[in-house]
T-cell receptor, first 113, second 109 residues
Framework: DVKVTQSSRYLVKRTGEKVFLECVQD?????MFWYRQDPGLGLRLIYF???????EKGDIPEGYSVSREKKERFSLILESASTNQTSMYLC????????????FGSGTRLTVV | KNEVEQSPQNLTAQEGEFITINCSYS?????LHWLQQHPGGGIVSLFM???GKKKHGRLIATINIQEKHSSLHITASHPRDSAVYIC???????????FGKGTHLIIQP
């Protein structure tokens, strides 16, 4: 089974800190995604990547950046965390052919205080 | 941009009841996903549909491409089915998925 592993289940950070959320997948998937999930808003796409060193903005990229130096790892970076970035963050990956499913990580619940 | 609407938003039922969750979307898609999220956050992919019907255990998912509508059914519901069920429409782009806001299902014993 494909596994998507997010490095932290819960994180508490202070306003202004630089925060790294890590995501690793083990099945050579091309596409990787970062979403945030908020009550009443559902899942929203922050950034995605379809290849190493490639990145594309999603619907809500402001305040975030990403890094994909290796195919299996996709990092989400909060350059200067703010309280409105308190959320559940979910990573997902897919092979990229368009006919397969998505595999999600277990999520990281980030609280910015 | 695709709009994905789910109904109902919340559903409480008794154990054993037949459950239906609906999903409609506004523009053509390549596939429709049904996802399950338990308390604690992790999301599991239940089905990916591009036509017809799929069944896995007590779960059945159907899609009508012409009507832009999909349903998720749970037969003989059980308290362990309590979760948030999310539908997501996949378009043609690399990012693909547009999510509904989810249906919060509670099955009472």
């Amino acid at each position: 089974d494909v596994k998507v592993t997010q490095s932290s289940r819960y994180l508490v950070k202070r306003t202004g800190e630089k925060v790294f959320l890590e995501c690793v997948q083990d099945m050579d998937h091309e596409n990787m995604f970062w979403y945030r999930q908020d009550p009443g808003l559902g899942l929203r796409l922050i950034y995605f990547s379809y290849d190493v060193k490639m990145k594309e903005k999603g619907d809500i990229p402001e305040g975030y950046s990403v890094s994909r130096e290796k195919k299996e790892r996709f990092s989400l970076i909060l350059e200067s965390a703010s309280t409105n970035q308190t959320s559940m963050y979910l990573c997902a990956s897919t092979l990229g052919t368009g006919v397969e499913g998505y595999t999600f990580g277990s999520g990281t619940r980030l609280t910015v205080v | 941009k695709n709009e994905v609407e789910q109904s109902p938003q919340n559903l409480t039922a008794q154990e054993g009841e037949f459950i239906t969750i609906n999903c409609s979307y506004s523009v053509g898609i390549s596939a429709l996903h049904w996802l399950q999220q338990h308390p604690g956050g992790g999301i599991v992919s239940l089905f990916m549909l591009s036509s017809g019907k799929k069944k896995h255990g007590r779960l059945i998912a159907t899609i009508n491409i012409q009507e832009k509508h999909s349903s998720l059914h749970i037969t003989a519901s059980h308290p362990r089915d309590s979760a948030v069920y999310i539908c997501a429409a996949r378009g043609g782009g690399a990012d693909g998925l547009t999510f509904g806001k989810g249906t919060h299902l509670i099955i009472q014993p």
